[in-house]
């Protein structure tokens, strides 16, 4: 099986732009989750969507948004990007999620650099 | 609110040396505890996961750890480690739908 893709990779952007950042799953895995990895936070929760709909979401700005697809891939997007948004976003993807005993594949990230 | 604390955030390490690294976590409910590596710009890898039972647990590359529910730790462990070890390695715990990671140890191997 694939494992989880993201894309783009790489991103450059300037502050007070708009991104997205695209996850697919892997074959399968209906829960997607996303998280932000900083040097000085660590790996914090941003949201988990399961079926379309958001199931839980971390102790983010509403700047920080996102969205999944019938078919499973998922969207974030972060608006008026700040300076201190620059992070490796980093997708993860399970079978079911939420609070069951499912391992959570990752991908490889995607590092976001707000000049 | 559950918390996951990696005692070590740097860890040194000769080749072929044990190592132990430290994790201990606190929750008031039953929860999944989970290590994972992270090797420089990929993502997480899942080493090992404890869920119930036997509270050894084996995981990939020669680690193991083991669940300590009195002490509420989850230490990892490895009894020769290789230069290819060397990584950032996260301790995890789940209760519900509340995942937290620890702020990870640096694992560095020494020829």
């Known amino acids: 099986k694939a494992g989880v893709t993201q894309t783009p990779r790489y991103l450059i952007k300037t502050r007070g732009q708009q991104v997205t950042l695209s996850c697919s799953p892997i074959?399968?895995?209906?829960?997607v989750s996303w998280y932000q990895q900083t040097p000085g936070q660590g790996l914090q929760f941003l949201f988990e969507?399961?079926?379309?709909?958001?199931?839980n979401k971390g102790n983010f700005p509403g700047r920080f948004s996102g969205r999944q697809f019938s078919n499973s891939r998922s969207e974030m997007n972060v608006s008026t990007l700040e300076l201190g948004d620059s992070a490796l976003y980093l997708c993860?993807?399970?079978?079911?999620?939420?609070?069951?005993?499912?391992?959570?594949?990752f991908g490889p990230g995607t590092r976001l650099t707000v000049l | 609110a559950q918390s996951v604390t990696q005692l070590d955030s740097q860890v040194p390490v000769f080749e072929e040396a044990p190592v132990e690294l430290r994790c201990n976590y606190s929750?008031?409910?039953?929860?999944?505890l989970f290590w994972y590596v992270q090797y420089p710009n990929q993502g997480l890898q899942l080493l090992l996961k404890?869920?119930?039972?036997?509270?050894l647990v084996k995981g990939i590359n020669g680690f193991e750890a083991e669940f300590n529910k009195s002490q509420t730790s989850f230490h990892l462990r490895k009894p020769s480690v290789h230069i290819s070890d060397t990584a950032e390695y996260f301790c995890?715990?789940?209760?519900?739908?509340?995942?937290?990671f620890g702020a990870g140890t640096r694992l560095t191997v020494k020829p």
């Open positions: 993860a993807s399970s079978l079911v999620g939420g609070g069951t005993s499912d391992t959570q594949y």
């Open positions: 074959s399968g895995h209906r829960s």
């Open positions: 969507y399961f079926s379309e709909t958001q199931r």
């Open positions: 929750s008031s409910v039953s929860v999944y």
């Open positions: 404890y869920l119930s039972g036997s509270t």
């Open positions: 995890a715990v789940r209760n519900n739908n509340d995942m937290r």
